[in-house]
């Protein structure tokens, strides 16, 4: 079965600065990768996905990640940080031919001014 | 607009007493599915639904029933609510396997308080 860790539950980083948030998974075959944002009191809202067909995938809002095969990674960057930003997020794995979608622990994001 | 749209946003009941949280979709999806939300664990998903009256148990499904009797609409019951079930709850629909879509689109959420 698939899997997802989310390394950091808090992350903290400065307006204007990187955001770096890690995701690494686990499957068997080659899996279906996504994030989502969860603003507060609201739901899920997909970031971005992968699909195999580009290793380097662009999402809403300046967001991309990177899926790296050789470190079952899926960590998602923006290069400058707004306070808009400020959420938590998801980093989700399914699998070919079946929607048993495994979430990760979450991660949330602080922005400071 | 196409959404997920759940009833109620919030709700606080008491041990045993019979709930209902509605979901409807308006994407034409065949697959649906509930998720409940808890502080570091993520979303576990409870049910999901690959059509109509074809529902099947996710990781967490003791306490909680489900019925699909219309594309659209795939409603959560707690036929005795406990106060572990005190979570936020999502209800979801996707695209698979009608197209190769994986993703899955998400209702607003119903926070729920079993007291």
């Known amino acids: 079965a698939q899997s997802v860790t989310q390394l950091g539950s808090h992350v903290s980083v400065s307006e204007g600065a990187l955001v770096l948030l890690r995701c690494n998974y686990s499957?068997?075959?080659?899996?279906?990768l996504f994030w989502y944002v969860q603003y507060p009191n609201q739901g899920l809202q997909l970031l971005l996905k992968?699909?195999?067909?580009?290793?380097l995938v662009k999402g809403i809002n300046d967001f991309e990640a990177e899926f790296k095969k050789s470190e079952t990674s899926f960590h998602l960057t923006k290069p400058s940080a707004h306070m808009s930003d400020a959420a938590e997020y998801f980093c989700?794995?399914?699998?070919?031919?079946?929607?048993?979608?495994?979430f990760g622990a979450g991660t949330r994001l602080t922005v400071k001014p | 607009e196409a959404q997920v749209t759940q009833n109620p946003r919030y709700l606080i009941t008491v041990t045993g007493k019979k709930l209902t949280v509605t979901c409807s979709q308006n994407?034409?999806?065949?697959?649906m599915s509930w998720y409940r939300q808890d502080p570091g664990l993520g979303l576990r998903q409870i049910y999901y639904?690959?059509?109509?009256?074809?529902?099947d148990k996710g990781d967490v499904p003791e306490g909680y029933k489900v019925s699909r009797k219309e594309k659209r609409n795939f409603p959560l019951i707690l036929e005795s609510p406990s106060p572990n079930q005190t979570s936020l709850y999502f209800c979801?629909?996707?695209?698979?396997?009608?197209?190769?879509?994986?993703?899955?689109?998400f209702g607003p959420g119903t926070r729920l308080t079993v007291t």
């Open positions: 979801a629909s996707s695209p698979w396997p009608q197209a190769k879509s994986y993703e899955q689109y």
């Open positions: 499957s068997s075959v080659p899996p279906y």
């Open positions: 992968y699909t195999s067909a580009a290793t």
């Open positions: 989700a794995v399914s699998r070919y031919n079946n929607n048993d979608m495994r």
């Open positions: 994407m034409n999806h065949e697959y």
């Open positions: 639904s690959m059509n109509v009256e074809v529902t």
